[in-house]
């Protein structure tokens, strides 16, 4: 049980464009979902908290005009990097956390790459 | 702030070999500690887990014990394998709290 699954699992685009990563709990319900973004070997940093119904919370320093984050379900968060450039090619990498306690499970990330 | 400290890599071992990654950290409260493994090209994979001092993570072969006194959750394996190769990554959250705290990953190698 307790899987998460993210879609694309890659996704190559021009600069300029937006793109869509789907994250999905398969087998439970997530109240709240997180997003986070991990540059090439260094660790995982969180982005957003989003709650299913709610606005999402970002982090300091993330621009949530260009990371537009929607949970509009208990069992879908999506994240859309808008007009995306260069620097925002990453492994973008979410995990979800159910009704009955505090752990997260993590989905299997995407892979961004803005030509 | 809560924050945690591992030992940088890379770590490269002979199969067979002992190792040992070391995890500190900083937390207020009793934080509950993972550790995660990430294979090439792959997501984060619950590796394991304690949550209370004194306890002991264990799966594959890993292990892991919660030490309050020490503030640490050192990973070890007797006898690494060339599937062990991965990233390993120690992670605390809190009591309270959302959200997760990483160290900067650990990344081995295990050669034949």
């Known amino acids: 049980g307790a899987v998460v699954s993210q879609h694309p699992s890659w996704v190559i685009c021009k600069s300029g464009t937006s793109v869509k990563i789907e994250c999905r709990s398969l087998?439970?319900?997530?109240?709240?979902m997180f997003w986070y973004r991990q540059f090439p070997k260094q660790s995982l940093m969180l982005m957003a908290t989003?709650?299913?119904?709610?606005?999402?919370?970002?982090e300091q320093g993330v621009e949530k005009d260009k990371f537009l984050i929607n949970h509009a379900s208990l069992t879908l968060s999506t994240l859309t990097v808008t007009s995306a450039h260069p620097e925002d090619s990453s492994f973008y990498i979410c995990?979800?956390?159910?009704?009955?306690?505090?752990?997260?499970?993590f989905g299997p990330g995407t892979r961004l790459t803005v030509t | 702030g809560d924050s945690v400290t591992q030992m940088e890599g890379p770590v490269t071992l002979s199969e067979e070999a002992f190792l040992t990654i070391n995890c500190t950290y900083t937390?207020?409260?009793?934080?509950?500690l993972f550790w995660y493994v990430q294979y090439p090209g792959e997501g984060l994979q619950l590796l394991l887990k304690a949550t209370k001092a004194d306890d002991k993570g264990s799966n594959k072969g890993f292990e892991a014990t919660y030490r309050k006194e020490t503030t640490s959750f050192h990973l070890e394996k007797g006898s690494v394998q060339v599937s062990d190769s991965a990233v390993y990554f120690c992670?605390?959250?809190?009591?309270?709290?959302?959200?997760?705290?990483f160290g900067t990953g650990t990344s081995l190698t295990v050669i034949p």
């Open positions: 937390a207020t409260g009793y934080p509950s």
């Open positions: 989003s709650n299913e119904g709610s606005k999402a919370t970002y």
């Open positions: 992670a605390l959250i809190a009591y309270t709290g959302n959200q997760f705290y």
């Open positions: 995990s979800a956390r159910g009704l009955d306690g505090y752990e997260q499970y």
């Open positions: 087998d439970f319900q997530a109240t709240t």
